[in-house]
């Protein structure tokens, strides 16, 4: 049941919706409020709360797994970064929970009493893995933060300047937080929901992009007096694009977190205008910052440009850009379960393995314009590890006290232009980059398939004219050959080729053991005399040796006469018998007319695999572009020469 009390400052009424609650602030007078049963304790004012692009509000609705529930409290919180909200939450079944609000990434958690020891605040560390309540935990952030200002009830006691060392854990989309600001530290675990899941009501107005929802700051920049703006109090730095300082918002002084560009330092401008609106994967987004990021790698400095998309909800989007190859990332709130700090070779995520690429040690911000939702600075570094799964890209990206995942999408120059609605033609791609689509996939899927359909006709043709279609047997005729008869012709009987010239196959099965035989063969047409002389010489021994058989030559032979025209015919044969074995020979002479050729076979089946091969060439030659500029790149013969 709700308590209803009256401020002891206003006298306005002051109701505690959850019996947990023993905080409040009064929405009249901001007295900070605590309950002592029945009697509320003023214990003075409570901070102002900054303005942000929160679409959240006390009062807003929503509901979790079925359960309806209300934004009773806020707790807002700065850290070296920026600031992050956690909404204190009650739930009809008269649970509670917060749900936490940080660059447009909801998490929604609940206290859990867990028996195991807790980890020390000081020996923890970015991407240490460990056991806690039984489940796997991967540490993503630590962060020694403090209270701005709190709003609504609340189940302790807050004030500006109240510590809140938290250290955030992950395990793929299970989300949790241990607080070390209280004694034991607290545990709450949950789970990264999507805005939308929650079925939000009674939310502000005018949040959405690209609307402006609260006054911007104008004001110039220490370093050249160029006008500057942040359109709101979330956003903490704003980078100079006419000198390239980077000045700090949060500082009532607007004091320089990094300083102006040197006149010899090379400067990007941006491909994508700041202010730029448009639409990416039909969700509305703005352009509001933008920066330059550097590599080095055996001394040659690679440079890309990524852009800070202000988005729906609260949200925030990137795009990057390298030699005109062009991404579209989002932080993912449920990243892969291999996300500790040590590099594995694949990574498997989304139902797809994603293969390492490359590793950045210092990947350092060289130019920034615009403004940015944390403390960025010009000379700041990073390490960064991708993964691809074209046309997707995993990255992870740490720090010594943050990481974080992202996923990255390729999308044509052409995409970028038209969601932008960009008057000119952005530059065309150059090289291979990292997760790019080969352009050979689906050819090459599309003409293996083609040619297994067509191989499997020409099988099925060839079986057709072999089986049904073979030669028709014009002679049959059994000879024998010994060497009494030697230096005398064997004359076959006759057979005749009728109505057009044809193919005439004979074929000799012989009874060799050991032996060979020549055979001097002449196709005689009876009335003409014309005559198609053939010599052939046949072998076949065999034996054992070492307890194994072997054999080579073969018993039988054909010969093929082409285009012979119609007429009556017969074969001599005058017989060579090996001198060193005299034995008679047994032959089985066939003659066929017609038949099945392998010879055109074959050559459809080659001409067919000259279409596959090329695309698998063509498709091999992208992937090894791909890989010249990955960690994996294979070595050349000079890195080989240079090794020995």
């Known amino acids: 049941m709700a308590l209803t ?33 029945q009697a509320l304790e003023d214990i003075g004012k409570m901070a102002a709360l900054v303005e942000d692009r929160s679409p959240l509000q006390l009062g807003a609705e929503g509901a979790y797994k079925g359960v309806h529930f209300a934004l009773i409290g806020r707790i807002q919180i700065k850290y070296s970064q920026g600031l992050w909200n956690e909404w204190h939450l009650l739930f009809d079944d008269m649970r509670t929970g917060w749900l936490s609000e940080a660059g447009g990434e909801y998490v929604l958690t609940f206290a859990e009493f867990v028996a195991d020891a807790l980890p020390q605040f000081a020996e923890l560390k970015i991407g240490e893995r460990f056991v806690l309540a039984s489940r796997t935990w991967t540490v993503s952030n630590i962060e020694n933060a403090e209270c701005v200002a709190g709003q609504g009830e609340l189940p302790f006691k807050v004030g500006a300047g109240y510590p809140v060392a938290a250290v955030d854990l992950r395990n793929g989309a299970n989300f949790a937080t241990l607080d070390y600001s209280e004694v034991p530290p607290l545990f709450f675990v949950g789970e990264a929901v999507a ?74 401008v941006p491909r994508l205008p700041l202010g730029s609106k448009g639409k990416l994967e039909d969700r509305p987004v703005e352009v509001i910052g933008f920066l330059v990021k550097q590599c080095k790698v055996d001394g040659i400095a690679y440079d890309w440009r990524e852009y800070l998309l202000a988005a729906e909800h609260g949200g925030y989007r990137w795009l990057t850009e390298y030699n005109g190859h062009w991404n579209i990332a989002d932080v993912l709130s449920n990243p892969p379960a291999t996300s500790g700090i040590i590099e594995v070779d694949v990574v498997r995520y989304g139902g797809q393995a994603f293969k390492h690429f490359a590793t950045t040690q210092a990947a350092e911000v060289i130019q920034v314009a615009g403004e940015f939702t944390w403390r960025v600075r010009r000379g700041e570094t990073n390490r960064v590890v991708d993964y691809v799964a074209p046309p997707l890209m995993l990255s992870r990206e740490s720090t010594a006290s943050d990481l974080s995942w992202s996923q990255g999408l390729y999308v044509a120059p052409v995409v970028i232009r038209d969601a932008f609605k960009l008057p000119a033609s952005l530059p065309e791609p150059i090289g291979v980059y990292a997760n790019q689509p080969n352009p050979w996939d689906e050819t090459h899927r599309w003409v293996c398939r083609l040619f297994w359909k067509l191989a499997l006709l020409a099988v099925l043709l060839q079986v057709f004219f072999v089986l049904v279609a073979g030669g028709k047997p014009l002679l049959r005729q059994e000879l024998a050959f010994s060497p009494q008869l030697a230096g005398e012709s064997v004359v076959t009987g006759e057979f005749e ?41 046949l072998s076949y021994y065999s034996g054992r040796d070492g307890g194994e058989s072997w054999s080579e030559g073969s018993r039988d032979d054909e010969v093929v006469f082409r285009d012979v025209p119609p007429g009556t015919y017969y074969l001599t044969l005058d017989p060579d018998l090996a001198p060193d074995k005299p034995v008679a020979v047994r032959d089985t002479l066939e003659v066929l007319s017609g038949g099945a050729g392998w010879s055109n076979f074959v050559m459809v089946l080659i001409f067919l695999a000259i279409f596959p091969i090329f695309t698998r060439l063509r498709h091999a030659a992208f992937e090894a572009g791909r890989w010249a500029e990955s960690d994996h790149a294979p070595a050349s013969s000079d890195d080989t020469d240079e090794d020995d």
């Not at 306005?12 to 409040?24: C, G, I, L, Y």
């Not at 359109?231 to 694009?241: E, F, Q, S, T, Y």
């Open 5 to 37: 009390a009256s401020c002891p400052s206003c006298g306005a009424p002051v109701v505690f919706q959850s019996a947990s609650s023993v905080f409040a602030v009064c929405a009249y007078c901001q007295s900070t409020l605590v309950r002592h049963d």
């Open 195 to 268: 805005f939308t899941s929650l079925k939000m009501t009674n939310l502000r107005d005018g949040i959405a992009i690209p609307t402006v929802i609260v006054e911007a700051r104008v004001f110039r920049c220490p370093s050249c007096g160029a006008p500057l703006q942040a359109r709101a109090k979330d956003i903490l730095a704003v980078g100079c694009a006419s000198c390239g300082a980077v000045v700090d918002t949060a500082n009532e002084n607007y004091q320089v977190l990094s300083k102006a560009l040197g006149q010899r330092d090379e400067k990007y």
């Open 497 to 537: 080729v009728r109505d057009k010239p044809r193919k005439l196959t004979v074929r000799n099965t012989t009874t060799l053991d050991n032996n060979w035989i020549g055979l001097e063969m002449m196709l005689v047409n009876k009335a003409s005399g014309a005559a198609w002389p053939a010599t052939r010489e």
